[in-house]
């Protein structure tokens, strides 16, 4: 059983809000809690102003938490579902945290993971000191998130071991559960943040709110296929593969590549749709907003140019055998993210570039 100590090898964290300043040591945790789970992650939200970094940092590790109780491989559904339930206990009805970090210790994490969701208490401690407006934003969604993945952990494998989802339609649903929330979330802790924020503007946030969380989402289905096989999941639908005589195992044979890449397509175009709908929802925030601008563009950029470089490419179909932009790449994208955040036109030019392939 792996030691629930806390790392006494934080690494320095964003200095918190005033607010904050008496949970140091919490603060302290949940900084390098995050740093551990997503490093990529942590980037983005050092650009946010002080009080939204802490509630974005919360909102993160809530979800990360649910999402290492979904991914355990080998928990039966009904202690995955204690643990939701207990998890749900905590945010929604106050209930004290111990009982769910007892029950966490069962979970078969990496040692981030399993640190992180044995240690609730302490990212509560840095909860409760935000603002209420932004706790219950974290509540309803995370509870949200909760009840959906839940629901879809009790699908059951076909006869070939693998859980399979149906169509698009439920592919876009579970992506709203377990990424679309993700997108709600945000932007209600944005709304609070951002002062004055026009009614056209707000309207085209929430308009765009879950396509933001979906496009990304896809693309990580998209490229992480055959890791997923190997767990005994295939996110793209049965109607899809049944549609080319194929199964999700036949991606795996080369000479059924072009079969493969066929019944993926559709699956393409609706994420290219959302990532559509996720430039308009980075650019409904206020141009002055580069923080929070910059927290959208940088993982959108990444996704758009994912998806191009995974666009008939066979590696897709190969394990072990990752789809993703160079280091160099990376570092060009952030740069150009960073010089055009607030020219909405020059922003508009670059993502189409970005879409494609080369």
């Known amino acids: 059983m792996m030691s629930t100590a806390p790392s006494t090898n934080l690494q320095k964290s964003p200095p918190p809000p005033p607010a904050l300043r008496e949970e140091d040591e919490a603060w302290a945790f949940c900084w390098h809690s995050l740093v551990q789970v997503s490093r990529t992650f942590s980037k983005p939200i050092e650009l946010l102003p002080a009080e939204l970094r802490a509630a974005t940092t919360c909102g993160y590790l809530l979800c990360r938490i649910a999402d290492t109780v979904e991914d355990d491989p080998n928990m039966s ?85 693998v859980v399979t989802l149906n169509t698009v339609a439920d592919l876009e649903r579970y992506c709203y559960f377990v990424a679309g929330t993700v997108g709600r979330l945000l932007t209600g802790l944005f709304s609070h943040a951002i002062d004055d924020l026009s009614h056209e503007r707000f309207t085209r946030m929430h308009q765009y709110a879950e396509s933001f969380g979906l496009g990304l989402q896809m693309v990580n289905i998209l490229k992480d296929q055959t890791d997923d096989l190997t767990r005994g999941w295939c996110f793209i639908p049965q109607t899809l593969w049944r549609a080319h005589g194929l199964t999700p195992a036949d991606m795996l044979d080369e000479t059924r590549h072009d079969d493969a890449r066929a019944a993926v397509a559709p699956v393409f175009d609706t994420a290219r749709e959302h990532l559509d709908a996720a430039l308009e929802y980075t650019l409904a925030i206020p141009a002055e907003q580069t923080g929070i601008r910059l ?27 990752p789809v993703k932009i160079s280091r160099d790449e990376v570092g060009r994208l952030i740069a150009s993210a960073t010089q055009h955040v607030a020219d909405d036109a020059a922003l508009r030019e670059q993502y189409a570039k970005l879409c494609r392939v080369d």
């Not at 969701?117 to 974290?138: G, H, I, S, Y």
Request: hydrophobic share 45%.
């Open 77 to 161: 559904q009904s202690a995955r579902d204690e643990l939701f339930t207990a998890f749900l206990a905590v945010l929604e009805d106050g209930e004290s945290p111990a009982r769910f970090c007892q029950l966490a210790h069962s979970l078969e994490a990496d040692a981030p993971e399993f640190e992180l969701a044995t240690n609730l208490d302490r990212v509560l401690r840095v909860f409760e000191k935000l603002p209420e407006p932004m706790q219950r934003v974290c509540v309803q969604w995370t509870g949200e998130m909760v009840r959906g993945m839940s629901l879809y952990g009790h699908r059951q494998p076909g006869a070939n071991g």
């Open 295 to 321: 927290f959208c563009l940088l993982p959108l950029w990444m996704a758009v140019r994912t998806l191009a470089v995974a666009d008939g490419n066979e590696a897709m179909f190969v394990a072990d055998a």
